[in-house]
Nanobody, 125 residues
Framework: QVQLVESGGGLVQAGGSLRLSCAPS????????MGWFRQAPGKEREFVAA????????YYADSVKGRFTISNDNAKNTVYLQMNSLKPEDTAFYYC??????????????????WGQGTQVTVSS
């Protein structure tokens, strides 16, 4: 069974930075893309960013464009989310997800086969 393990969350002041990491554990699998989503209390889970393994195509939510950067490391099979200029409204539980589906709308939660347990990001004002 594949598990995705996130790390790097925490508490930071507004304007600060954090870097989230996500790597699969368990059996080896090949994904087409990986993404980050977030969910704040009382809100629906929303898309943050995604990246494809082939071609390294990236996608961002408008709310994080220019502040967040998603990247991957093929050798480590790891995806990162560098978050700069953090705002209190970025506070949420952040989830890593992976999909084996190529050529899909990676902004949609239903595209993803595997999900991590999440990591909390709290931005204080």
């Amino acid at each position: 069974q594949v598990q995705l393990v996130e790390s790097g969350g925490g508490l930071v002041q507004a304007g600060g930075s954090l870097r989230l990491s996500c790597a699969p554990s368990g059996r080896t699998f090949s994904s087409a893309a990986m993404g980050w989503f977030r969910q704040a209390p009382g809100k629906e889970r929303e898309f943050v960013a995604a990246i494809t393994w082939s071609g390294g195509n990236t996608y961002y939510a408008d709310s994080v464009k220019g502040r967040f950067t998603i990247s991957n490391d093929n050798a480590k099979n790891t995806v990162y989310l560098q978050m700069n200029s953090l705002k209190p409204e970025d506070t949420a539980f952040y989830y890593c997800a992976a999909t084996t589906l190529p050529n899909s709308d990676y902004r949609r939660t239903y595209v993803y086969n595997y999900w991590g347990q999440g990591t909390q990001v709290t931005v204080s004002s």
